[in-house]
């Protein structure tokens, strides 16, 4: 007697996990997730770092002309060093002292060693680390929004061999500092471990940003639009509430020191916060920035006598991918960074705003990103 035996089935075999796919219209390559596994990614961001480092670096003590607003930062760094406060005068709420304490904590080996070169021109050099670290995360932060490694590249090319870059890079300013606790909040934020701790993180480097250089705050919404897109959408709500909570909570301290040092509303014999923060709001405007005669139009043409490459190429590009994110897949990973753009482009557009000559450090990175992704 014989008996039919069923066949035998074949186990299934996992699948291997292969390349990573491409994706979108342009067949756009995901990046690792993990860059520091990829050594492609590690040589070719290596070499650019040494290249900019060398260009920001020479002359950089008598390139351009030292300015006021250095040589206050670099006094009052030296005061925090010197133990004598938080400004070599009566510090009145003008900035945030961060930025300064940042300063002080960069110059305080070059002042230990040789106490003569707390100048202007010789402690520039400590500014290229900065730089080094901020041109690094602009890479970075490019590859987690998907753009393909020579397109992150491109961004780190814009960013820190841009002839208006590396002019304005060089100098003591609490906008370089900003920048770079502002690219790492957004690096955190798009993290692709999508981890809480990152989120958290993310608030935490906000907060420092917007406490080195106040006027960062207006580029926070961007900040939470790449967090929103880059978070899971189960842990969406605690990643959120916990990066804004971490922001808030740091940010607050400011106003808490001004409290406890009963200087936070005016009155007679001190300093208030309030009356710090009424003169940045009230102070006189320097015109409408496309009226050839106001200060700010004076203001722009200084930055498109470096680079048009850069601040209307990024403009440009910036406008096209909000107006494309809806069909495109690299305007929607950009969307944080073009929003940036938009936003400090129409504060710079107000009728009668007043207008530094460094509010465009802010936008670099930003910039950078969105030329080379758009």
Avoid at 83 to 101: K, M, S
Avoid at 112 to 127: F, K
Avoid at 229 to 242: N, P, V
Avoid at 352 to 373: D, T
Wanted: glycine content about 8%.
């Amino acid at each position: 007697m014989t008996s039919t035996l069923p066949a035998a089935t074949t186990p299934k075999i996992p699948a291997q996990r292969g390349p990573a796919p491409r994706t979108g219209a342009h067949r756009r390559v995901e990046p690792p997730s993990r860059l520091r596994s990829s050594r492609s990614d590690l040589l070719l961001c290596g070499v650019l770092l040494v290249a900019i480092l060398v260009v920001q670096g020479w002359n950089i003590a008598d390139y351009p002309a030292l300015s006021d607003d250095e040589g206050t930062y670099l006094a009052q760094a030296w005061s925090v060093q010197q133990g004598n406060g938080l400004a070599h005068y009566t510090y009145w709420y003008d900035h945030p002292p961060l930025g300064w304490i940042q300063i002080a904590v960069l110059t305080w080996i070059p002042a230990l060693i040789s106490p003569e070169s707390m100048t202007v021109g010789t402690m520039r050099a400590a500014m290229l680390v900065i730089s080094g670290i901020s041109a690094v995360l602009v890479y970075v932060l490019g590859r987690r929004l998907a753009l393909p490694r020579w397109a992150a590249a491109l961004g780190m090319v814009f960013f820190g061999l841009s002839p208006l870059a590396v002019v304005l890079q060089r100098e003591i300013f609490l906008d370089n500092l900003a920048v770079m606790w502002t690219l790492l909040a957004f690096t955190l934020a798009a993290s692709p471990s999508r981890h809480l701790w990152h989120h958290f993180g993310s608030g935490i480097a906000a907060a420092t940003a917007v406490l080195t250089k106040e006027t960062m705050l207006v580029v926070l919404p961007a900040l939470f639009l790449t967090m929103w897109r880059h978070s899971h959408k189960d842990t969406r709500k605690f990643a959120l509430t916990g990066a804004v909570t971490a922001c808030a909570l740091i940010g607050f301290s400011y106003p808490l020191f001004a409290l406890l040092k009963g200087e936070l509303l005016p009155g007679s014999g001190h300093v208030s916060l309030w009356d710090g923060v009424k003169y940045q709001m009230t102070r006189p405007g320097s015109g409408f920035i496309l009226d050839q005669g106001s200060g700010s139009w004076g203001v722009l043409q200084s930055w498109l006598y470096y680079d048009k490459i850069l601040p209307l190429g990024g403009l440009a590009g910036a406008l096209l991918l909000l107006a494309t994110w809806r069909w495109s897949v690299t305007a929607r990973a950009l969307a944080g960074p073009a929003l940036a753009v938009a936003i400090l482009a129409a504060l710079a557009l107000r009728p009668n705003g007043y207008l530094p000559a460094m509010y465009v450090i802010q936008a670099l990175p930003f910039l950078a990103l969105v030329l080379a992704g758009g």
